[in-house]
């Protein structure tokens, strides 16, 4: 299932570009999605908290808050899903990179544009969610997708796998550090070590202070000292350069 999101003040242009997706979708039966239509910003931000999007197209120039700013704040509250902007010129194309937009496309939008972006985000999606790792628990062995992993925590000599609908999956006796464990996920530049119990992914982390981080679930995560301004400098980073 694919969330698509739109959000634009104008009805005239929402119903234009539903009308564009939803015939881009009939010639792919296979494909499942929703379609969400939003005519502000805030009330876009109010849906995403209860899960987000996969793909979200916004328009840029809106009152009381415009794309550019609409995107940073879907990035601040921990939304990593596809941003494809709508804009009149080309000039706000640039600013678009200050929330690593995957796509702007030039209104009047035609169905070949719309099309083309679709096809790049899908798959790009497909490849976010065939990224994972596979554990091996008590029961037998399991596929994570890293999409869904929260943060990994040593407990009682085991790796527990904190995923995004609330479960947590306990890994086998480790045998070794809980840093090799963890050298997989380490891999992709969305997790990083915090300390030496745990191992989280930027993509979920909302906020940062002296004390920990805290994640798009509400959970918090106690940091060391020593540990804070790289931590800091790992998640801008991440959400700056995509």
Not at 43 to 57: K, M, Q, R
Not at 81 to 87: K, N, Q, R, S
Not at 166 to 183: D, H
Not at 229 to 235: E, K, V
């Amino acid at each position: 299932m694919i969330r698509i999101a739109i959000c634009d003040d104008e009805a005239e242009s929402r119903d234009e570009i539903r009308g564009l997706l939803e015939e881009y979708l009939r010639k792919d039966a296979e494909t499942a999605a929703k379609i969400s239509s939003f005519c502000s910003g805030k009330s876009l931000l109010w849906a995403a908290e209860t899960g987000g999007f996969d793909i979200y197209i916004l328009d840029i120039i809106m009152p009381d808050m415009n794309g550019i700013d609409l995107g940073l704040a879907l990035r601040k509250g921990g939304g990593d899903g596809i941003i494809v902007y709508l804009t009149s010129s080309a000039e706000y194309a640039v600013r678009s990179y200050d929330v690593r937009a995957f796509h702007y496309l030039l209104k009047p939008v035609r169905a070949e544009s719309l099309e083309e972006v679709m096809d790049r985000a899908r798959k790009s999606l497909e490849e976010q969610r065939q990224r994972g790792i596979t554990i091996r628990y008590a029961d037998g062995t399991r596929f994570l997708p890293y999409s869904r992993i929260m943060y990994a925590e040593l407990k009682n000599r085991s790796a527990v796998y904190a995923l995004s609908d609330g479960s947590f999956v306990k890994g086998l006796t480790l045998r070794g550090p809980f840093s090799g464990a963890c050298a997989e996920l380490t891999k992709d530049r969305r997790f990083a070590m915090c300390g030496a119990s745990y191992c989280v992914n930027l993509s979920f982390v909302v906020s940062l202070d002296r004390s920990g981080v805290t994640l798009k679930n509400g959970s918090r995560i106690a940091l060391p000292q020593r540990e804070i301004h790289r931590i800091n400098s790992l998640w801008m980073d991440f959400w700056l350069e995509g």
